[in-house]
């Protein structure tokens, strides 16, 4: 199993501030240390390396080791690599071999369950992840996976600190977590503790949604019941990690010309902002370039809102009419609840007009509440509403949010803004079939995936008609 010619072959001792192996490296068994690398590259992965014969078997992990029992990931197997790669971190320069940064997520020891050529079981013993895992080829020239086996001692990250205000270690930041307990929403019993944990779970398809969209947060230290307002000028009282980004703040009545938004681009951001009680999460519908330039929007969204006694079953038959006349100008539509009373559509598109969108989606709005005004109302006036479904394209202006897909909401109970397929929309007869709560959607989610992963593809341009 030895073999670092391919390590080799892939590196330019001259170029990459990376170790060069020994010429004759130690043979046989023995040593027993792994390291989990977090690699900065093109994507951000993991990469998981444990000792063996003398030098490191690698996989590059891009979602990291699993976290969960009977969860599974990828796990690419990569080259051998050196022993002196167990303490590397560094920058690899741009242009070579795995350029980015390198830095020490995790190391410590392990012991071996199992080792054949197609499956690796083992213990891992770190600073942060304690756990039994198994690695294994499902064939012949495919990918290796990882699975997290059951444990039946060891929780997964150890908190440290009291119960009540434990620290722990995300990516390798420490947090520390305060009031687990509080419960946040009364009607339930749903606590603190369970809003980290469902922010926690939902990560991998929420974080995408986050991603270079200056958040809007609102906070209910008190629960639902209490206190909230809607909260963005939130960088000042982040850690240093926090990626922020200062924009221009319209129309501001307090005279500050610029707030600093945080970015959320990853779990330990997302689990410092639920800890703070953060429930919802708003973004608008354009993002930031690495810089903080801003873009023009990159989603169309139209956001439906029943008039009493009307309900989300009226939302569905507009949702239809609506995605009737986008798929008619060769958009596509994605439905998802707002978590609250009503629904909301969303089109990928390409616009370099900001205001682009907005005209857009108001004239759909009027050309549906023309054809059906009893059904549909496309002004704000309220009064208007009773009985009818207002579209509001106005959402589309740049200054505004909405709230995040998977994101919670501060209801009696903790509802989600839960992404849906064409088929619930058409099905729904009552305003229950389309309540999901946070338990509800992790389940979904596990067992249909993200609905929404095709609005992160790129739209096509608006038509000139409307
Ligand atoms: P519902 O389905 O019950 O209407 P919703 O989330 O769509 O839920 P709306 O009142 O229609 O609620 O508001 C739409 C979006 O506008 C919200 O999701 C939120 O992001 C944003 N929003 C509403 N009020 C404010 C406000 N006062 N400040 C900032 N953003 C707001
Ligand atoms: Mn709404």
Not at 7 to 13: C, E, L, Q
Not at 243 to 256: C, D, Y
């Amino acid at each position: 199993m030895v073999d670092l010619g391919e390590y080799r072959r892939r590196r330019d001792p001259r170029r990459t501030p990376e170790p060069v192996p020994a010429e004759n490296p130690p043979a046989g068994a023995g040593g027993n240390r792994f390291v989990i690398q977090q690699h900065h590259a093109r994507r951000l992965h993991y990469d998981v390396r444990l000792e063996r014969d003398g030098v490191l078997v690698s996989f590059a992990v891009p979602k990291n080791l699993p976290t969960q029992p009977g969860e599974v990931h990828l796990a690419v197997h990569t080259e051998d690599h050196p022993l002196e790669y167990l303490t590397f971190h560094g920058e690899i320069p741009k242009g070579e071999y795995g350029a980015g940064s390198m830095t020490i997520w995790d190391s410590g020891r392990y012991e071996t369950e199992k080792w054949t050529d197609n499956e690796i079981a083992v213990i891992l013993h770190g600073e942060h992840i304690h756990g039994r895992f198994v690695f294994f080829s499902p064939g012949e020239g495919q990918n290796w996976m990882v699975r997290r086996r059951p444990d039946p001692d060891a929780a997964q990250s150890v908190p440290t600190g009291s119960v009540h205000a434990p620290t722990v270690t995300v990516e390798g930041r420490q947090l520390k977590l305060s009031n687990l307990d509080k419960v946040l929403y009364p009607a339930t019993g749903f606590s603190k503790g369970e809003v980290i944990d469902y922010y926690t779970r939902i990560a991998p398809v929420l974080l995408p949604y986050l991603a270079d969209r200056p958040v809007t947060l609102r906070r209910y230290p008190d629960g639902v019941d209490g206190q909230s307002f809607f909260e963005k000028n939130t960088a000042r009282h982040a850690p240093d990690w926090v990626r922020t980004v200062e924009l221009p703040t319209p129309g501001s009545t307090k005279g500050a010309a610029t707030t600093h938004f945080a970015v959320v681009d990853d779990l330990a951001t997302l689990v410092w902002l639920a800890n703070l009680a953060v429930l919802e999460l708003h973004v608008p519908q354009w993002t930031v370039g690495p810089r903080g330039a801003q873009h023009p929007p990159d989603l169309l969204v139209f956001d439906l809102d029943p008039g009493p006694p009307a309900t989300v079953v009226e939302c569905c038959r507009v949702a239809e009419r609506v995605l009737v006349v986008l798929e008619h100008d060769g958009l596509t539509g994605y439905p998802k609840t707002s978590g609250g009373k009503g629904l909301q559509i969303y089109a990928p598109v390409r616009v370099r007009d900001p205001e682009r969108t907005s005209t857009y989606a108001r004239a759909v709005a009027e050309q549906l509440a023309e054809q059906t005004p009893q059904l549909v109302v496309s002004r704000m006036a309220k009064p208007a509403r009773t009985g009818k479904v207002f579209i509001d394209w106005s959402q589309n202006n740049p200054a505004k949010t909405t709230v995040a897909p998977y994101a919670l909401r501060a209801r009696e109970r903790p509802t989600v803004s839960t992404p849906l397929d064409w088929g619930e929309v058409r099905r729904c007869r009552q305003p229950s079939d389309l309540v999901f709560t946070a338990p509800e959607v992790l389940a979904r989610v596990q067992r249909r995936g993200d609905l929404w992963a095709g609005t992160r593809q790129p739209g096509p341009p608006l038509p000139h008609h409307r």
